[in-house]
């Protein structure tokens, strides 16, 4: 098996041309660039958690968390610190390997982050890897959160460059990636990828494949959304997108950015199982587990369990802990050691 090189100059012609391949020849080179780089068979599986919701003054049209809207998202303000470990172990116990903290904010105060570190400080010592996702940040700030044991942080370019202005006004698309550069000088890994089925053309979403790409380092995350439509953001009734389309730009994300984990982000809930199926065949090993994602709903974790054991995958990376043979979380619904146990899985933890 080849691999593939990594290229940083894509032209935009290029990347509409891998789009508009047919459907199996594309899925064909996209898998083959998967096989090359990763386990087809393994799944990264995170937990996401909203740490700060609501309020926010930006205008994101597609965002049920911005205040302008009327979406009936309670506001509510910074979590503790115990209220977040509490939350991050219980998604230890499932089986997540990474718990991604989300604020909906547009830019933290240092104070903020001074809080957000602590935070991070103790999910981090639960040994589970960690993410957030904040808003803008300065290169201190950065600097502050990977000072504190941050491993990724979050930040979406959400759309080509030429589409931005019609979702987002109150902030440009130079503020993201300049915020970009700042978590990777902190040697931050980047988690960065987008929206699509927001009414983009598909020249537009190669746009925003291109533009990730040809970064200066790939994101080592790409999650890529679909459009979870929320009654009361400008968005909602924007028309449906062909979901084979959205298994396309799965394919074309995998073969621009062979070494990159693709996660299968927002949208999963509205997606049939066989259109998921097609996403990871096509390069997607990544997803969010857990019944909510920051304020809108997820498949449920019987459903993603059945889902990935019938479809022979398995979780990456979950955490190994010494002298602890991990049971598999998709017979018994736990990591080894999870409280109250009980399922006769030999994992020792007490019932
Ligand atoms: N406020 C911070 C920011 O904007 O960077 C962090 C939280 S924000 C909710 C994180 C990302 O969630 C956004 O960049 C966007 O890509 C995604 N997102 C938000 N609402 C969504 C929706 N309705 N459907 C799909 N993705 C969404
Ligand atoms: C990302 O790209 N998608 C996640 C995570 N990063 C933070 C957020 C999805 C949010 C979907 C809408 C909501 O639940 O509020
Ligand atoms: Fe605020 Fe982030 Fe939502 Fe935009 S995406 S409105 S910045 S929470």
């Given at each position: 098996m080849v691999e593939a090189v990594i290229r940083h100059d894509w032209a935009r012609d290029e990347v509409v041309a891998l789009f508009a391949l047919p459907f199996n020849d594309l899925l064909h080179r996209a898998h083959a660039v998967h096989r090359a780089h990763h386990d087809p068979n393994a799944v990264q599986v995170s937990t996401l958690l909203s740490i700060k919701?609501?309020?926010?003054?930006?205008?994101?049209?597609?965002?049920?968390?911005?205040?302008?809207?009327?979406?009936?998202?309670?506001?509510?303000?910074?979590?503790?610190?115990d209220a977040v470990v509490a939350r991050a172990q219980a998604a230890k116990d499932a089986g997540a390997s990474r718990f991604c903290m989300g604020a909906a904010w547009r830019s933290p105060k240092d104070r903020?982050?001074?809080?957000v570190a602590e935070i991070v400080g103790a999910v981090k010592a639960l040994g589970l890897e960690t993410c957030a996702t904040l808003g803008m940040l300065?290169?201190?700030?950065?600097?502050?959160?990977?000072?504190?044991?941050?491993?990724?942080?979050?930040?979406?370019?959400?759309?080509?460059?030429?589409?931005?202005?019609?979702?987002?006004?109150?902030?440009q698309y130079q503020d993201r990636l300049d915020t970009l550069e700042h978590v990777r000088e902190a040697g931050l890994k980047t988690c960065c990828g987008g929206i699509v089925g927001m009414?983009?053309?598909?020249?537009?979403?190669?746009?925003?494949?291109?533009?990730l790409a040809n970064l200066p380092e790939h994101p080592?995350?790409?999650?890529?959304?679909?459009?979870?439509?929320?009654?009361?953001?400008?968005l909602a009734g924007t028309g449906a997108l062909d979901p084979f389309e959205f298994v396309r730009t799965i394919a074309v994300a995998r073969i621009l950015m062979p070494a990159s984990m693709v996660r299968l982000s927002a949208g999963r809930q509205q997606m049939d199982d066989a259109v998921q199926a097609l996403c990871f065949f096509a390069g997607a090993n990544s997803i969010f587990?857990?019944?909510k994602l920051l304020t809108t709903g997820n498949p449920d974790v019987e459903h993603d369990r059945a889902l990935l054991r019938r479809l022979d995958l398995h979780p990456l990376d979950v955490v190994e802990e010494a002298?602890?043979?991990?049971?598999?979380?998709?017979?018994?619904?736990?990591?080894?050691?999870?409280?109250?146990?009980?399922?006769?899985?030999?994992?020792?933890?007490?019932?």
């Open positions: 919701t609501g309020g926010c003054p930006e205008d994101c049209a597609y965002c049920p968390q911005a205040a302008r809207y009327d979406t009936g998202v309670q506001a509510q303000k910074l979590m503790s610190v903020d982050i001074a809080k300065t290169g201190g700030q950065a600097a502050t959160l990977k000072g504190a044991g941050l491993d990724y942080y979050n930040h979406n370019l959400d759309t080509a460059p030429e589409f931005y202005g019609e979702i987002i006004h109150t902030r009414g983009e053309s598909r020249g537009q979403r190669a746009g925003l494949l291109q533009t080592q995350s790409v999650p890529i959304n679909q459009l979870v439509q929320v009654e009361g953001t400008p587990y857990g019944e002298g602890t043979v991990h049971a598999d979380i998709l017979e018994t619904g736990h990591a080894a050691g999870a409280a109250g146990c009980g399922q006769g899985c030999g994992c020792g933890a007490a019932a």
